[in-house]
């Protein structure tokens, strides 16, 4: 019998899977986690319940995910390496599971499953026509979540804007604006002045989804939601909050601003996944973004929210960036 207290995390170690992973803890869930070196990140006892297995392993996430009531699937390729070919088993692998055992499986959201016929207001029914194989990757996983609906397979997807937070590993903020471990002197900015740009503080994201989750029995069988998250209407506001925290925090001038070298992203991209990843999302900053979080709303009353000078500021501490 599936506990409503049991929840399988896949990707417990990573950026969106660890935040949901402890907040789920925090909040009395027994949360199991899959990693194929369960002994090594076990030692490191964050009160998580850590079981060997590998996410391209059916039976492995079976037998994780047993007594479960919910199977987070928060799992990607480390560092990108053969996304196309992984991402869409791995998914199978998990709707075989959360069928098997009768759980929900919940999956963090992108925008990248929209292309600029759905811009610049997004909500949950926007139309998905990507432009590039990412976003229709992310088109086939969505389809499939609402395919196995109609056979009894429940999911709640959560769609965010551009993560950043104090453990976020890939993501513009920690690998195009600063460089983790690193005081920051200059700011290397991927946008342009008067574009607007959707971001999401991670534990605001988790929080999030762990409150959703709270909701499980409520939810639509496939149950989509956006986050507003932090809304930069002109494309200087995550700019100029990382020069005041900095400036506060070092007690001198605040870093340099300077744009983000694209022509090097495309020099790179043959021979490193992750900037042939960033080169491909491009289109993302070229024009204004917004997530419409109303259906949210209608559900939780308000979305969690941590005022973006704070949120900066964790994350720089996160980073190494700046000194506690």
């Given amino acids: 019998m599936a506990s409503k207290k049991t929840v399988l995390v896949l990707g417990a170690t990573g950026g969106i899977g660890g935040e949901v992973a402890r907040h789920l ?38 037998r994780a995910a047993e007594g479960a009531s919910i199977l987070v699937h928060a799992v990607n390729p480390p560092g990108y390496r053969r996304w196309s070919e992984l991402v869409l088993p791995m998914l199978e692998n998990s709707l075989a599971a959360a069928r098997a055992v009768g759980a929900r499986l919940v999956l ?42 109609a056979s009894g397979v429940r999911s709640l997807i959560v769609r965010a804007g551009d993560y950043f937070g104090p453990r976020a590993g890939n993501n513009w903020f920690s690998q195009g604006l600063v460089q983790p471990g690193k005081p920051v002197r200059t700011i290397q900015d991927p946008g342009r002045r008067g574009i607007g740009h959707q971001w999401s503080y991670l534990p605001d994201v988790a929080k999030t989804m762990v409150e959703l989750i709270e909701r499980e029995e409520a939810l639509p069988a496939f149950a989509r939601y956006h986050m507003a998250g932090h809304w930069d209407e002109d494309g200087t506001r995550m700019v100029h909050a990382i020069r005041r925290v900095v400036a506060a925090e070092a007690g001198g001038a605040a870093p340099k601003v300077r744009a983000f070298p694209w022509w090097a992203l495309g020099l790179a991209a043959p021979f490193v996944p992750l900037f042939r990843e960033l080169k491909e999302m491009r289109y993302l900053w070229q024009q204004p973004i917004r ?24 994350t720089l501490l996160g980073l190494g960036c700046i000194d506690r």
């Fill in 108 to 149: 963090p959201g992108t925008v990248y499953n929209y292309g600029p016929n759905a811009f610049p207001v997004l909500d949950e029914d926007s139309p998905q026509d990507p432009v590039t194989q990412k976003g229709a990757i992310r088109v086939e996983m969505e389809r499939r979540l609402r395919a196995a609906s």
């Fill in 25 to 62: 803890r925090d909040r009395g869930f027994v949360v199991r986690a899959l990693h194929r070196d369960a002994a090594r990140v076990g030692a490191q006892d964050e009160g998580l319940v850590w079981r060997q297995g590998d996410a391209m392993r059916g039976e492995d996430v079976l």
């Fill in 291 to 314: 997530m419409d979080n109303q259906r949210l709303r209608v559900v939780l009353g308000s979305e969690p929210h941590t005022p973006l000078e704070e949120a900066v500021r964790a």
